[in-house]
C-alpha cells in the first residue's frame, strides 16, 4: 500500500467554480501534512500546511482528519491559474523525509 | 527568488556515460539536502539524503554505487548518475530545508 494515495483526477472545471480532493495516508505516526504545487515539468511549490483544526489562505482550505487518516483541499472561486499538480505531502515527526503523492490534476478552463 | 538551485536543467546523454548534477542553496546553509526522482505522472522518490561532511543515507531499493553522492560543502550537493541507461531518464529534484524545503528547479535527464 502506498504510503501516501491521491485520486490523480483529472478535476475539469469551469472558472468559479469550486473543487475540492482528498488525499488518505496509511502511517497513523504522521505529524505534519502539506498540500505542494506542481505546474508541468517544474518543481513543486508549497501551498500551504494543514493544521489540524483546518485552515484557510485566501481561496484555498485544507482539513485534515486524523481519525480516517485523510487530508483535503479546497480551492474556491477557481481561477485558470490554479490549473496544476496538487501534491499531497506527509512528514512524521522524527525526520525529515517528505512522503509524497502522486498528485490530483486541475484543469480550469475558460 | 529562488532559494535552492540545480545545474544542469536538461541534460541528454548516451547510454553508458555518467552525468553529474549539482545542487546549491543560495541564501542558507544546508547540512542535509533530498535528492528525489520524478517519473512521469508519479510521486517525488526519495532517493537519499546528502549529509554534509559524511555518507548519504540511501533509501531501500537504490543502488549507492549507481547514484554517487557528495555533500562536500554546506551549500553544495552533487549527484553522479554512473553508467547510465534510458530506464534513469527521469526528472531528478534536489531540496534542502532551512525553516521548509525548498525545491531546486529540478533536472531532466534523458538516456539515450
Known amino acids: 500500500r502506498k504510503e501516501v494515495e491521491q485520486d490523480p483526477g483529472p478535476f475539469n472545471v469551469p472558472e468559479g467554480a469550486t473543487v475540492a480532493f482528498n488525499c488518505t495516508y496509511s502511517?497513523?505516526?504522521?505529524?505534519?501534512f502539506f498540500w505542494y504545487r506542481q505546474d508541468c515539468r517544474k518543481e513543486p511549490k508549497l501551498l500551504m500546511s494543514v493544521y489540524s483544526s483546518g485552515n484557510e489562505d485566501g481561496r484555498f482550505t485544507a482539513q485534515l482528519n486524523r481519525a480516517s487518516q485523510y487530508i483535503s483541499l479546497l480551492i474556491r472561486d477557481s481561477k485558470l491559474s490554479d490549473s496544476a499538480t496538487y501534491l499531497c505531502v506527509v512528514k512524521c515527526s522524527n525526520d525529515y523525509k517528505l512522503s509524497f503523492g502522486a498528485g490530483t490534476t486541475v484543469t480550469v478552463r475558460a | 527568488g529562488a532559494v535552492v538551485s540545480q545545474h544542469p536543467s536538461r541534460v541528454i546523454c548516451k547510454s553508458g556515460t555518467s552525468v553529474k548534477i549539482e545542487c546549491r542553496s543560495l541564501d542558507f546553509q544546508a547540512t542535509t539536502m533530498f535528492w528525489y526522482r520524478q517519473f512521469p505522472k508519479q510521486s517525488l522518490m526519495l532517493m537519499a539524503t546528502?549529509?554534509?561532511?559524511?555518507?548519504?543515507?540511501?533509501e531501500q531499493g537504490v543502488e549507492k554505487d549507481k547514484f554517487l553522492i557528495n555533500h562536500a560543502s554546506l551549500t553544495l550537493s552533487t549527484l553522479t548518475v554512473t553508467s547510465a541507461h534510458p530506464e534513469d531518464s527521469s526528472f531528478y529534484i534536489c531540496?534542502?530545508?532551512?525553516?521548509?524545503?525548498?525545491f531546486g528547479p529540478g533536472t531532466r535527464l534523458t538516456v539515450l
Open positions: 546528502s549529509n554534509e561532511g559524511s555518507k548519504a543515507t540511501y
Open positions: 531540496s534542502a530545508k532551512e525553516h521548509e524545503q525548498f
Open positions: 502511517n497513523s505516526a504522521s505529524q505534519s
